[in-house]
């Protein structure tokens, strides 16, 4: 299986900074690499998709780059409403697998 | 606009089947274009991906669970299901259905999930 690996796993900032999570893959996963945030007792939302395409609906401050192995997700001014848990995941190879979670906490 | 919604006993006692239905609506699952799969996330943990099925019943499994786990499709009722016999308290889970863009594997409708508990 491939492994993913998120940094930080936890994360505190305040609204309106810039923030950064890094998805690391354990061999290339050239760009099939997705990006979801999920809030408390509510399902996982897609935001990116293919390593850098924004998700129908999301607002542009969130942005993905990367491919083979290192991924990045950067939310450009954070809102109160983006204080959740990101993960990533990748679709290249079954099985697909998420990486641990990174925690964007309020400071 | 899509909807899934997941349904199932929310308390499955150790060693037994687990049944999940995943009812879809505002859409049909005879798609060329996407799967259909079940995610699940023990409390307080990470996702994990169980499995996918295609409308025409191809079908997808984590090796992890693949002894396991069978997934199908019934495309007259655009339900598909979950079954995972043999049950432990590892596999007690918030269970989600969603479904899978063919092309990029992303997850781009979920339902809201269903809790399930294994206990005696």
């Keep these: ?40 007792g509510k399902a996982p939302k897609l935001l990116i998709y293919a390593a850098s395409t924004l998700q129908s609906g999301v607002p542009s401050r969130f942005s993905g ?15 109160p409403e983006d204080f959740a848990t990101y993960y990533c995941q990748q679709s290249y190879s079954t099985p697909s697998t998420f990486g641990q979670g990174t925690r964007l906490e309020i400071k | 606009q899509l909807q899934l919604q997941e349904s199932g006993p929310g308390l499955v006692k150790p ?3 687990l049944s999940l239905i995943c009812t879809v609506s505002g859409g049909s699952i005879s798609s060329n274009d996407y799967y259909w799969g079940w995610v699940r996330q023990p409390p307080g943990k990470g996702l994990e991906w169980i499995g996918s099925i295609y409308y025409s019943g191809s079908t997808y499994y984590n090796p992890s669970l693949k002894s396991r786990v069978t997934i199908s499709v019934d495309t007259s009722k655009n339900q598909f299901s979950l079954k995972l ?28 999930g269903t809790l399930v508990t294994v206990s005696s």
């Design chain 2, 15 to 17: 060693s037994e089947t």
């Design chain 2, 85 to 112: 016999n043999s049950m432990t308290a590892a596999d007690t889970a918030v269970y989600y259905c969603a479904r899978r863009n063919k092309r990029y594997g992303s997850g781009d409708y979920w339902g809201p």
């Design chain 1, 1 to 40: 299986d491939i492994q993913m690996t998120q940094s930080p796993s936890s994360l505190s900032a305040s609204v309106g900074d810039r923030v950064t999570i890094t998805c690391r893959a354990s061999q290339s996963i050239s760009t099939f690499l997705n990006w979801y945030h999920q809030k408390p």
């Design chain 1, 65 to 79: 780059s990367g491919s083979g192995t290192d991924f990045t997700l950067t939310i450009s001014s954070l809102q």
